[in-house]
């Protein structure tokens, strides 16, 4: 809605996420981690990133209340997405443990990925988690 601005600002440690409200003017530091935030997006006041938890790459959501983790599994989620309702990002395949290429048509993908990625629910398929309902894994 264009009424907030968020970006990385190195803390000396590691790249935290700052969240700057335009209308309020109000600066709210999101993350405080012993780890990177990366791929940082936004939507009003959700913001949505992943970032490595000692095993493997998690996501997590700040909806203007708190920070919560998304995702609690052992497959390294990355490259979320938030809109107003929901948090979406893209499930690695459990055969091979790879990412998805981002923003490829199917049918441009390599023959070996064509199987393993794609949109919709399944144990391999991009995931989506209603803002407000609980951690899926």
Do not use: F, M
């Amino acid at each position: 809605d264009g009424d907030s601005v968020v970006w990385l600002a190195d803390d000396g440690l590691n790249d935290e996420a700052i969240l700057y409200g335009i209308t309020t003017d109000s600066v709210v530091q999101v993350t405080s981690t012993s780890s990177d935030a990366k791929y940082l997006r936004i939507a009003g006041a959700n913001v949505t990133w992943y970032a490595y938890d000692g095993l493997d790459y998690e996501i997590y959501l700040y909806d203007g209340d708190g920070v919560r983790q998304v995702t609690s599994n052992t497959l390294s989620d990355k490259t979320p997405d938030v809109s107003s309702t929901h948090v979406v990002w893209p499930r690695p395949c459990r055969r091979c443990s790879a990412q998805p290429l981002p923003r490829l048509p199917r049918w441009r993908q390599r023959r070996g990925q064509r199987r393993c990625y794609s949109t919709g629910t399944g144990a391999s398929r991009g995931r989506s988690n209603r803002i407000g309902s609980g951690p899926l894994s």
